[in-house]
């Protein structure tokens, strides 16, 4: 056994004990504590290497970056439950309802917004299956559409910032949250246009998939209606706005007053305020939040303690080395890569969720992307994109689990006219991933949709710079714009630094 060979073994392990069931973040320390002694005893790395484990481990748990994800955990519980949902989804059914495939674009555009300040799968999904999935199956729509639409709209939250999803990126990833929220908002409102199209065409392909409701079911019109959709989505506006621009989050925002922890925190002080307008600020509301904000938290901490225990010993042992020549060598350079990276953590979400996946495999992924000269911020998102697909797996999918379990509680209290059976939810979650998964190619091929609303880097011209620094070591004076002024003669009083003439030239031409 040589150090080469164990890298490799090492991550079949970690592949092993993942799929064995047993809960990641002790199989993951347990993984990389025995490969650790195994190591040391191979006479690998000496015994002092594992000092650095516990720094490491003080270093995570002192990370301030992390703190928001109990704000933003707390956020999302506590707008799950005070009506927001069921007001929005009533509202806008009865909005576009008479159009085909009107309540369809409803649950689409509610998931949207829903997804920008919650930031939960879970409660996301059995909200909307528990308001839209009886409409729909009363009015006649296609049983694998309403499944699949549900479920893909419930999924939309894991891009849409302020996603939690994203926060845990940009700190593996070591780039701001705020452009890491910039970048996701091209593939977000792409993912939405998406859902839209296909709806579009599904309704004049297959009108009886997506039928109308009928105008006389509504129970508002006019600026009753428009007054209850303004209700729920102003307030709605106004938390985005209040979180995501304060951290510089939002197109078109270049600077921050707020860090992520104190976004979080304004944001979590927003949905008790949403909450108590609403009227559903009750004690057991708020413990149900604080229990939920609680075992997410400690899982999330558990997970990056576990990967950070392997990763040390599979950087003693050199597996990021392994990892970047296995992963450089790759035909097709970026796109390769890309391609590559894509595809492994496709089929790795089928097993796996987005936080073991984000703190586990990015940080292998993450320096090799770098070396590769990819954008970082470019790489997260589409890495969250590509996990998006993990809720809707069939049959591993959680979305799909939730939709089946909320499905049956209805049925079983009369509000569903007849059980859905488990083919119709995965053979409907099948188009929405697929969707998924072009928008994953888009994202590859076209940067642009990420990098649209980033703040471009300025590049200086090096080599018009050094030609002017030629030219005044030629004895010659510059003007203010740096060219040479005729006639000056070296040592005259016209006659500037070089080094000011330089710096001069360099802020000129990145204006330009």
């Keep these: ?9 090492m991550f079949v392990g970690l592949i092993v004990v993942m799929l064995i069931g ?15 002694f195994f190591a040391i005893q191979m006479g690998w790395f000496p015994p002092e290497f594992m000092h650095a484990l516990p720094q490491n481990v003080f270093g995570i748990l002192s990370n301030d970056l992390l703190l928001a994800i109990p704000f933003f955990t707390m956020m ?32 689409i555009i509610v998931g949207f917004i829903l997804g920008a300040i919650t ?41 849409v910032p302020p996603s939690l999803v994203l926060v845990v990126l940009a700190d593996q990833l070591g780039r701001s949250v705020g452009d890491m929220y910039k970048g996701a ?44 959709c303004l209700r729920g989505i102003i307030p709605s506006a ?12 939002l197109p078109g925002m270049s600077h921050a007053i707020a860090t992520p922890t104190e976004a979080g925190a304004m944001g979590a002080v927003g949905a008790f305020i949403l909450a108590a307008l609403h009227g559903r600020l009750t004690w057991p509301l708020i413990k149900e939040a604080m229990y939920g904000t609680a075992r997410i938290t400690a899982m999330v901490v558990f997970i990056l303690i576990g990967s950070r225990v392997f990763s040390l010993v599979f950087q003693g042992v050199d597996g990021g080395i392994w990892i970047e020549h296995m992963l450089a060598g790759l035909p097709g350079g970026q796109i390769g890569f890309l391609i590559a990276v894509n595809i492994f953590i496709f089929f790795l979400a089928f097993f796996l969720d987005f936080f073991e996946i984000a703190f586990i495999i990015l940080p292998l992924l993450g320096p090799v992307a770098e070396k590769m000269g990819i954008d970082l911020i470019w790489f997260g998102v589409m890495i969250c994109v590509n996990m998006q697909t993990s809720f809707m797996h069939p049959p591993f999918g959680f979305a799909l689990f939730y939709l089946r379990g909320i499905s049956d509680t209805l049925f079983k ?17 099948i188009p929405w991933v697929v969707m998924q998964l072009i928008l994953v190619a888009i994202v590859i091929f076209v940067p642009e949709t990420v990098t649209i609303f980033l703040e471009k880097d300025k590049v200086v011209d ?49 204006k330009k």
């Excluded at 999904?125 to 499944?147: E, F, H, K």
């Excluded at 209290?413 to 979650?429: Q, W």
């Design 1 to 9: 056994m040589t150090m080469e060979n164990f890298a490799p073994l």
């Design 22 to 36: 047993f809960p990641v973040a002790f199989s993951l320390s347990a993984l990389g504590l025995a490969c650790g």
């Design 76 to 107: 999302g519980a506590l707008l799950e439950k005070c009506g927001l949902a069921e007001d929005m989804l009533d509202s806008m059914g009865q909005l576009f309802g008479p159009v085909r495939g009107g309540l369809g674009y409803s649950v």
């Design 119 to 159: 930031g939960t799968v879970a409660g996301q999904v059995i909200a909307m299956a528990m308001i839209s999935l009886p409409v729909m199956m009363r009015y006649g729509y296609n049983m694998r559409y309403a499944t699949g639409v549900l479920a893909a709209s419930g999924t939309i939250t894991q891009i």
């Design 185 to 228: 908002w091209g593939p977000s409102i792409l993912q939405v246009l998406l859902f839209a199209l296909y709806t579009f065409m599904l309704s004049r392909l297959k009108p009886e998939h997506v039928p109308g409701v009928p105008k006389e079911a509504r129970t508002l019109n006019g600026w009753a209606l428009w007054a209850k």
């Design 238 to 249: 106004i938390l985005i706005f209040a979180v995501l621009g304060s951290m510089g989050g």
């Design 413 to 429: 209290n009369g509000a569903l006219p007849r059980k859905v059976e488990s083919r119709d939810i995965y053979m409907g979650a």
């Design 462 to 510: 090096m080599e018009k710079a050094s030609e002017m620094l030629q030219e005044m070591g030629s004895g010659r004076d510059v003007t203010p714009d740096g060219l040479a002024a005729p006639g000056a003669e070296p040592g005259s009083a016209t006659e500037e630094d070089p080094m000011e003439v330089f710096k001069r030239a360099a802020e000129q031409d990145a």
